[in-house]
């Protein structure tokens, strides 16, 4: 149906009304081995409970999880790369208005992110709220980050696509305050 143009967020509802009516969240994804599912999956409920008492009375309906899996890919920076993955996505429902409060969400993603990274050689989503740093996508990537990097250099020499988010992750210059001079 070609009736319809506009940005993405407003075309891929039903109508109208239900854009009007839908709910925000914040979401993060982790991929992991999938024979390590069940162990993170349990290892992120006992974190939930350790949290409980952290929570504002009624946050625990507003955190939705889901695991699916992927298969492995030979794309260089992608998150299933030479693998089978098990996806962990974890959502805090805000309301119509607002995505759901900035701490609540930190603290079931970061738990999230830590349990996954540390434990079960986790990647967090490219393009979800993660809190990786530049050490940590070179232990999982390796040498191809460093791939990456050589041909992004070579397409992008004066860093016309570089942002902060990519700087700190290890693409780019190692400090974004080069992105200034830009």
């Known amino acids: 149906n ?8 407003k075309t891929m509802v039903e109508t109208e009304a239900a854009y009007y009516n839908r709910t925000l969240y ?25 949290v409980r008492d952290q929570l504002p009375p009624g946050a625990e309906s507003l955190l939705y999880c889901q695991v699916r899996y992927v298969a492995a890919d030979d794309i260089t920076l992608s998150p299933v790369y030479g693998r089978d993955v098990a996806v962990m996505s974890m959502i805090v429902m805000g309301d119509k208005d607002q995505t759901a409060p900035s701490a609540l969400f930190a603290l079931f993603a970061q738990g999230m992110e830590n349990i996954t990274s540390t434990k079960y050689n986790g990647v ?16 999982f990537y ?4 460093d791939t990456y990097e050589t041909l992004r250099s070579t397409m992008d020499p004066e860093g016309m696509f570089l942002n902060e988010y990519l700087t700190d992750r290890g693409i780019g210059p190692s400090s974004s305050s080069s992105l200034s001079t830009l």
């Open 2 to 9: 070609t009736s319809c143009v506009d940005v993405s967020y």
């Open 26 to 50: 914040t979401e993060m994804e982790m991929f992991i081995p999938v024979e390590d599912t069940v162990n993170a999956v349990n290892d992120f409920l006992a974190y939930q409970d350790s």
């Open 124 to 139: 967090p989503h490219w393009g979800k709220k993660n809190w990786a740093n530049e050490g940590e996508m070179k232990a």
């Open 142 to 145: 390796g040498d191809a980050l």
